[in-house]
Nanobody, 129 residues
């Protein structure tokens, strides 16, 4: 089992910045690819960004590319999402997720929710206009 706990959400004005953190425990963090998803009211869960287990490869949704940056610190068992130039449409609950890496796919970056086995409880980000 992997436990994931997100933090860093809150209320921010449009154009502002927020950094989300996701602390992992329970297994060897460096064996897991990590992702961020979000869900706005009345909408489905949406992929935001992901990073492979070494941190060398990242992937972003087009809607956040150039504004958000994902990173990880394997020594601290933590993945981050730096969100800049926030827009009201970024308002959502943000979820951290973990996917156990498979042998031979170390360069692969997952992006579909069904690929991730573990999920955090989510943290609310509200962007006011």
């Amino acid at each position: 089992q992997v436990q994931l706990v997100e933090s860093g959400g809150g209320l921010v004005q449009a154009g502002g910045s927020v950094r989300l953190s996701c602390a992992a425990s329970g297994r060897t963090f460096s064996n897991y690819d990590m992702g961020w998803f979000r869900q706005a009211p009345g909408k489905g869960r949406e992929f935001v960004s992901a990073i492979n287990r070494s941190g060398a490869r990242t992937y972003y949704a087009n809607s956040v590319k150039g504004r958000f940056t994902i990173s990880r610190d394997n020594a601290k068992n933590t993945v981050y999402l730096q969100m800049n130039s926030l827009k009201p449409e970024d308002t959502a609950v943000y979820y951290c997720a973990a996917r156990l890496g498979l042998w031979g796919d170390s360069d692969y970056v997952p992006s579909s929710p069904h690929e991730f086995q573990y999920w955090g409880q989510g943290t609310q980000v509200t962007v006011s206009s």
